[in-house]
C-alpha cells in the first residue's frame, strides 16, 4: 500500500486534472480538497474519485474549463450557476462567498444550480468555521437515485448529505458532516477497494434482498436510509432545499442534478468572541467529561475523530489501498500522464 505525503497527493491530484483540461488554479484547488479529505479520514472523498470524474469530464458532464457564475445576489443571498465546472472548485466559489457576506452583512445564504459532484461538504463548512463563521449546507439526488425511502422498496433519493460546522477558537471546528442514508456510496467503494464487507442493514441488492458484499450496491443495489423514518425524513429535508426552493431543475443540464443550499452566519452575531469561546469551552468540557462507556476510550465531539486522524497523517503521510491507487494509474494513462 503506497503511502504520500499530503504536498506530494496534491501535486498528482493537480497534475492529473490537468492533463485533463482543468486550468492550473482550478486542477489545484480540486487536489486540495480531495488531499485535505484524505487528511480528515473520509478516503471515500479523496483520490478515489479520480477515475469517475475524469469519465464525467469525457461523458461531457463535466466541463474542466468552465468557472461558477453569480446570477444574481443580494448583500445577504446568491444563487450561483456552477456551469457544470469541476463540483470542488463550485464548492469553494460558492462557501467563499456565503462567508464573505456572512461576516460582511451577519448572516447569508447561498444557492448554487448546475453543479457537478463537489464531494464532502465539511471540505467547505470546516473552511467556514475556522473563519469564525457558522454554515450549513445539503445536498439533494445527484446522479441516478440510490437511496430508498422509508418503506420503500426503490431508489428515488440520492445519499443527500448535511453538514454543519461551529466555530471551535480553542481547537478543531464543532463538525456533523453525515449521509442521510445508512452509508456513503463513497464508503462503499473504499470497502470494495479494501476488499472488506459492509455492515449489515446499509444496503440491499438489486433484488431487494439484504447484502453485505458492496458489489451488490455497484450492481444495481441501493442505500437504506440511516435511522429509519429519521435519516429519510433528514433526506427529504435536504432534497427541498436544494431542489423546489432554489429551482435547480429550472437549469437544465447534462444530468438531472438538484442544486446546493448554504446558509451561513458570523459567530459573533449574537454574542462577542470573548464570551462564545468560554461559553463553548465549558459546553463541550461538560460532554466529554462523561466516563467513557465499555470498549471506548473517551467520548470525543463531532469533528474530533478527524482531527485525530489529521494529526496522524501529518506525521505519517496518507496511505492509498492498492486498487485505489492502481486505478488513479489506469485514469492518468486515460489522459496522457505516466504515474511512477
Not at 12 to 40: K, R, W, Y
Not at 66 to 72: H, N, T, Y
Not at 77 to 99: E, K, N, P, R
Not at 208 to 222: E, K, V, Y
Request: proline residues 8%.
Amino acid at each position: 500500500m503506497p503511502v504520500f505525503t499530503k504536498s506530494a497527493l496534491e501535486k498528482i491530484t493537480a497534475s492529473i486534472f490537468c492533463s485533463a483540461g482543468a486550468p492550473e488554479d482550478m486542477a489545484q484547488q480540486v487536489a486540495e480538497v480531495l488531499v485535505d479529505n484524505h487528511m480528515a479520514g473520509h478516503d471515500s472523498h479523496g483520490i478515489l474519485r479520480i477515475p469517475e470524474y475524469l469519465k464525467s469530464i469525457e461523458d461531457g458532464e463535466i466541463v474542466p474549463t468552465a468557472r461558477p457564475e453569480i446570477l444574481q445576489e443580494t448583500p445577504n443571498s446568491a444563487l450561483i450557476t456552477g456551469h457544470w465546472a469541476l463540483g470542488q472548485c463550485t464548492g469553494l466559489f460558492a462557501a467563499d462567498l456565503a462567508i464573505a457576506k456572512a461576516k460582511a452583512n451577519r448572516v447569508a445564504v447561498v444557492s448554487v444550480v448546475q453543479a457537478a459532484h463537489t464531494g464532502r461538504l465539511a471540505a467547505f463548512t470546516d473552511r467556514a468555521a475556522r473563519q469564525n463563521v457558522v454554515m450549513f449546507m445539503a445536498i439533494g439526488t445527484v446522479d441516478r437515485p440510490m437511496t430508498a425511502p422509508f418503506g420503500g422498496a426503490a431508489a428515488v433519493l440520492g445519499t443527500n448529505p448535511i453538514a454543519f460546522s461551529i466555530p471551535n477558537p480553542a481547537g478543531a471546528p464543532v463538525t456533523l458532516d453525515i449521509a442521510t442514508s445508512a452509508i456513503a456510496a463513497g464508503k462503499v467503494k473504499v470497502a470494495k477497494a479494501r476488499h472488506e464487507n459492509l455492515p449489515p442493514d446499509v444496503i440491499l441488492d438489486k433484488h431487494g434482498n439484504p447484502s453485505i458484499n458492496p458489489q451488490d450496491f455497484l450492481d444495481g443495489g441501493f442505500l437504506l436510509p440511516f435511522g429509519g423514518h429519521k435519516g429519510y425524513a433528514l433526506a427529504v429535508i435536504a432534497e427541498l432545499l436544494s431542489g423546489p426552493l432554489i429551482g435547480a431543475e429550472a437549469y437544465p443540464g447534462v444530468t438531472a442534478r438538484s442544486g446546493i443550499f448554504i446558509f451561513a452566519m458570523d459567530a459573533n452575531l449574537f454574542r462577542p468572541m470573548a464570551e462564545y469561546a468560554p461559553a463553548l469551552a465549558e459546553s463541550l468540557g461538560r460532554i466529554k467529561a462523561v466516563p467513557p462507556a465499555a470498549g471506548f476510550d473517551e467520548v470525543m465531539v463531532p469533528g474530533e475523530p478527524e482531527a485525530k486522524v489529521r494529526a496522524k497523517r501529518e506525521q505519517e503521510g496518507i496511505p492509498i489501498p492498492d486498487d485505489t491507487w492502481q486505478a488513479v494509474c489506469a485514469a492518468a494513462r486515460s489522459v496522457g500522464l505516466e504515474l511512477a
